[in-house]
């Protein structure tokens, strides 16, 4: 039960006191209404997920990535 709260916590309270503080940020800071002024700019600068495409091919090549790099700092903690 306490494992619980923490995570929901760290994972859904934080999150959305960060979502809060952004929405006040783009209010106070005009972006909210430029925004609503110019429609056409929201979906370069926010758009969504419907609208993005990420190709298999530089996905496995991240993956690969990552991967030989954790490899590599692994094989040199050992020599160390």
């Known amino acids: 039960m306490v494992a619980q709260h923490i995570l929901y916590h760290h994972v859904v ?3 959305k006191t960060q979502m809060e503080a952004m929405k006040v940020a783009f209010v106070e800071s005009g972006l909210t ?10 979906s370069g600068a926010f ?3 419907s609208e993005l495409s990420i190709p298999a091919q530089l996905i496995i090549q991240k993956i690969s990535f990552i991967g030989e790099d954790y490899h590599q ?3 040199e903690s050992v020599k160390n």
């Open 47 to 49: 758009p969504r997920q």
């Open 33 to 42: 209404r430029f925004l609503s002024e110019r429609p056409y700019l929201v």
């Open 73 to 75: 700092r692994l094989l």
């Open 13 to 15: 309270e934080k999150r």
